[in-house]
């Protein structure tokens, strides 16, 4: 298995709606601050959620599920992801929405599958025999090309590192030459060498260069202590959809041969099943000998509802491996139907046997003053200045409505104080935009009184 090359392949997105939540909020016994970390009210569900964090980090959660269920906009999905601001960045969290399963070219299972595997870290420790510190020198020595011909080739490259205790000149190998080239070292640079593969790998600029004008965000790493020639415990944190897609890929070279291996092979070749059993195996054994050690995050699907029973199956299966994350569902439905069993009625479209293993976290509807914080949160996280009889109306429309629907009215509020001239919203504005985007519950009003007009 391969380990050295694998590159993170985490899932970056952005969450706009969510963009002013920090974290939980608790305090140190674990009890909701009313107003902390972006999080307004909603206590008994981010208490819960709390309980459910120290649960992760203390990985007596593997396998196990939760389910937030509330009406809609009551923050199911604004507390699972401060559950993941809350574990930080050494745990995955991996988001995910129902509907994601169904795509034309993949099956169902297999998207679930990759999740899950995104959502299970492997920390891997290993003391290494290591070359490092600070590069003070850096010169390739070129010799006349012993095959002929013209051209010249590096024959060694000299590379001098110091640390605090010491410097020390060493010559190498070419190859290792063409990774340095790769990481792009630089004099100046922090850097370690591991004895045995000859990897390099580039911790950042060092210190002493910190004053540097430097364009590009840069890393400044102290200058290393102890010897230049060491053993280090060099730690790497991976999923183990990382490691499929490191190993799936056709590995390429620099010879001709494996050149021409890439031009005809398709760019990356399937994950297979046996890959993964092969992976966990692999896995398994260094867990077993201590060199790595298991994360199991969080794999959160929105909308559960959307999955089918066919998904629902595949995951309840899933969930019962060795090998598996604490899964968070969240799903605003009540009795419905389940996906792909036309017949059968369920709590939140969720087959009962699942459901049954399930820690259910429920959320409420939010109060006047409530709503009222959230849209103060939300005006200042998106710049907007609100006068306050506007935000009296907004909150009073809010508990009338939802709490999603007063949110969405900011943006076009502020644009049309900006057409009336105005950098303020106030309680015009509000009444305008009011009259031009409906909510829910009015367009379903309107529907059935005129249900005659329109068609079937
Ligand atoms: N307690 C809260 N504190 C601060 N902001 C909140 C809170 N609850 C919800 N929000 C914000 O309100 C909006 C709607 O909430 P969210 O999307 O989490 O609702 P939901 O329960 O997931 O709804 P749905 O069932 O429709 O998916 C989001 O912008 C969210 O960030
Ligand atoms: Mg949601």
């Given amino acids: 298995m391969k380990i050295e090359e694998v590159k993170n392949t985490a899932k970056t997105q952005r969450i706009s709606a969510h963009t002013h939540i920090k974290g939980l909020g608790l305090d140190e016994n674990g009890n909701a601050i009313q107003f902390a970390a972006g999080l307004v009210g909603q206590e008994m569900a981010r208490e819960a959620?709390?309980?459910?964090?120290?649960?992760?980090?203390?990985?007596?959660?593997?396998?196990?599920?939760?389910?937030?269920?509330?009406?809609?906009?009551?923050?199911?999905?604004?507390?699972?992801?401060?559950?993941?601001?809350?574990?930080?960045?050494k745990v995955p969290f991996c988001p995910m929405v129902g509907s994601e399963v169904y795509s034309s070219e993949i099956k169902k299972t297999e998207v679930l599958m990759e999740n899950f595997r995104r959502a299970i870290g492997l920390r891997i420790k290993e003391t290494k025999e290591v070359y490092e510190g600070e590069v003070t020198e850096l010169s390739p020595l070129e010799t006349e090309n012993p095959v002929g011909g013209y051209g010249k080739t590096v024959s060694h490259v000299v590379i001098g590192l110091k640390t605090a205790k010491g410097t020390k000149q060493l010559k190498l190998d070419p190859l290792i030459y063409?990774?340095?080239?790769?990481?792009?070292?630089?004099?100046g640079d922090v850097i370690y060498i591991e004895a045995n593969s000859g990897a390099v790998k580039r911790q950042g600029r060092s210190d002493n260069y910190a004053t540097e004008f430097d364009l590009e965000a840069e890393e400044y790493v102290p200058l290393p202590k102890g010897d230049v020639h060491k053993k280090k415990e060099v730690i790497q944190d991976v999923t183990l959809h990382d490691l499929d897609v490191a190993n799936a890929k056709p590995q390429g070279g620099q010879d001709i041969m494996s050149m021409m291996g890439q031009l005809m092979k398709p760019k990356k070749t399937e994950i297979t099943d046996k890959l993964r059993k092969e992976i966990n195996k692999v896995v398994n054994k260094y867990i077993d000998q201590g060199i790595a050690e298991l994360v199991p995050g969080v794999l959160f699907i929105d909308e559960v509802h959307m999955l089918d029973i066919e998904t629902f199956t595949y995951l309840h299966r899933a969930l019962e491996t060795a090998i598996a994350p604490i899964v968070i569902f969240a799903t605003n439905r009540g009795q419905c139907v389940i996906r792909g069993a036309e017949d059968i009625i369920s709590p939140h479209g969720v087959p009962l046997d699942l459901l049954d293993r399930l820690l259910i976290i429920k959320t409420l509807p939010y109060s006047r003053s409530e709503i009222e914080?959230?849209?103060?949160?939300?005006?200042?996280?998106?710049?907007?200045?609100?006068?306050?009889?506007?935000?009296?109306?907004l909150s009073e429309l809010g508990a009338r409505t939802t709490l999603r629907y007063v949110v969405q009215l900011l943006t076009p509020a502020s644009l049309a104080a900006k057409i009336n001239g105005r950098s303020s919203i106030k309680k015009e504005d509000i009444e305008e935009v009011k009259r031009l985007f409906l909510d829910a519950k009015s367009s379903a009003k309107i529907l059935t009184q005129q249900k005659d007009k329109f068609m079937k």
């Fill in 178 to 187: 063409e990774s340095l080239q790769k990481e792009k070292v630089e004099v």
């Fill in 49 to 89: 959620a709390g309980i459910v964090v120290d649960m992760i980090r203390s990985k007596k959660m593997s396998g196990r599920a939760i389910l937030f269920a509330g009406p809609p906009g009551t923050g199911k999905t604004a507390i699972a992801l401060a559950i993941a601001q809350e574990l930080g960045n």
């Fill in 373 to 393: 914080q959230i849209i103060k949160l939300r005006a200042v996280t998106e710049g907007l200045q609100l006068e306050d009889e506007a935000l009296t109306v």
